[in-house]
């Protein structure tokens, strides 16, 4: 089709399934956290600012939670249908954990989310607060299992190969691979991160309109302490996550630095620009600083970084996509810092809720954590490139034997599909935020002594039953 060959064609389509999902569990994790926060606070202060912004931000925690479960479930059916040769080959350590994930995670966030949503006046407010921590703990054991097995994939061990397909020897070794916490670590930090910059933008969105209340300022405020914490605390987690890949995976370090081939006896530069061209094994226009690349790749000044020679040429990661993808997740990540350097020292001059400079730029920065996500997440991914399961599987031996025009057509009403569901999902989540916080809430009942109406299907909609 159009000279794309099927392999390709089945790797934009799951590249672009998953970039739809990933982003609704990113903001679902860090929300989940946010609100046993929110939660608590209330309970120890009895502050009714704590409730309203518990309220609003259930309400957008529901639809996101809602969308990354259904589009998680074409993640499942995408292995069987346009992946039967990595199915085949690494099913038997891949399906294991993805059932872990939902034994332990879903059973675990499917069996409190009701109390968490509709029980806010039917049960105790311990109980209540409770069900609350338990879907917050279930979203971090649900990442736990998924990076688990995208880090098995990366950096496989605890395995034996029998016949052409992976038989697990050593779960405990399959499950705490050598990349398994770097990766979760940083992927954590990274949806904590969107998370606060979701929620900064909101609160700016709703200052820059005049809507000043002490709820969007606990937001603002809030948001800002968050980013100040994680954003550093994840520069550090993912130069440790670099170093991890330089000793497991050199040929991605070359690649995402467009190393090409080192000097004899000199120390590797650090290229800071520049535009890999694969054809001609060279990175051509480069803006390069000497030996400030094995300073932060080997903590060294003489020690040098593989290059990209060093290795087959059907062995090597396409240098270009991941040479800019990680320069833009670097760089959205130093935006980052600075944005909670300026907000807090506004803060400090208790400027920060009348900066209109500082808004903009805070509502700008909204999509920015999700954006380094998806770039981080095309680095790791693309950087894999040939291998499904590094150094065992190559992708194009892992692919179903689908024609490009099959898959051609499935990719184009996955497009279509998904902008309509999606896109309708993300507009209602837009218009919530646009509506703001409730400030006059009714205050919350439940408990012993307090009116209660039963829990039924219909409880949403905040309906009383009457007996006549």
């Excluded at 479930?73 to 350590?93: C, D, E, K, P, R």
């Excluded at 059907?314 to 040479?323: A, G, L, Y």
């Excluded at 209602?428 to 703001?436: Q, R, T």
Aim: one cysteine or more; a neutral charge.
């Amino acid at each position: 089709m159009l000279g794309i060959e099927a392999v390709d064609l089945a790797r934009v389509q799951f590249a672009f399934t998953i970039s739809f999902h990933i982003i609704f569990p990113a903001i679902t994790i860090g929300l989940a956290s946010y609100l046993a926060v929110l939660e608590g606070l209330w309970l120890k202060t009895q502050r009714d600012t704590y409730r309203h912004l518990y309220h609003f931000w259930s309400k957008i925690f529901a639809v996101n939670f809602a969308m990354g479960v259904v589009s998680g479930i074409v993640m499942a059916y995408q292995f069987g249908t346009h992946w039967s040769g990595f199915s085949a080959f690494a099913g038997s350590v891949t399906g294991p954990l993805l059932t872990y994930e939902v034994l332990t995670a879903f059973f675990l966030e499917a069996g409190f989310l009701g109390v968490m949503l509709f029980g806010w006046e039917r049960v105790g407010r311990g109980l209540h607060f409770f069900a609350t921590c338990m879907v917050a703990l279930g979203t971090i054991v649900s990442m736990f299992w998924i990076l688990s097995s995208n880090s098995w994939m990366q950096t496989p061990q605890g395995h034996e190969i029998v016949n052409g397909v992976v038989i697990p020897v050593d779960w405990m070794k399959i499950v705490f691979n050598p990349s398994f916490p770097y990766r979760l670590a940083h992927m954590a930090l990274a949806a904590f991160l969107s998370t606060a910059l979701f929620v900064a933008a909101s609160a700016a969105w709703l200052l820059l309109k005049g809507k000043q209340s002490s709820e969007v300022h606990t937001m603002l405020s809030m948001a800002l302490i968050m980013l100040a914490i994680t954003a550093p605390l994840q520069a550090v987690v993912g130069d440790l996550h670099g170093l991890n890949t330089l000793k497991y995976q050199p040929a991605k370090i070359a690649a995402i630095e467009g190393h090409w081939d080192n000097s004899s006896g000199e120390p590797t530069p650090l290229i800071l620009f520049g535009w890999p061209d694969m054809a001609r094994e060279e990175t051509r226009f480069k803006l390069e600083i000497p030996v400030l690349g094995s300073l932060l790749l080997q903590h060294s000044l003489t020690e040098q970084v593989p290059a990209l020679k060093e290795f087959a040429p059907e062995d090597r990661p396409n240098s270009t996509i991941v040479f800019w993808s990680f320069r833009l997740m670097v760089g959205l990540g130093v935006l980052m810092i600075l944005l909670a350097i300026v907000g807090n020292i506004l803060r400090f001059k208790g400027r920060l809720y009348e900066s209109r400079r500082f808004l903009i730029c805070t509502l700008c920065m909204g999509p920015a954590g999700l954006v380094a996500i998806l770039a981080g997440w095309f680095t790791t991914e693309v950087g894999r490139q040939p291998w499904v399961v590094y150094g065992l599987l190559r992708t194009a031996d892992a692919a179903s034997a689908h024609s490009a025009v099959h898959l051609g057509i499935s990719l184009t009403v996955f497009v279509v599909v998904y902008l309509a569901v999606f896109g309708t999902g993300v507009m209602y989540v837009m218009h919530l935020v646009n509506k703001g916080p409730n400030e006059s809430a009714s205050p919350a009942l439940g408990g012993p002594g307090h009116h209660r109406t039963p829990a039924r299907p219909l409880s949403a909609a905040n309906e009383t039953l009457t007996t006549h």
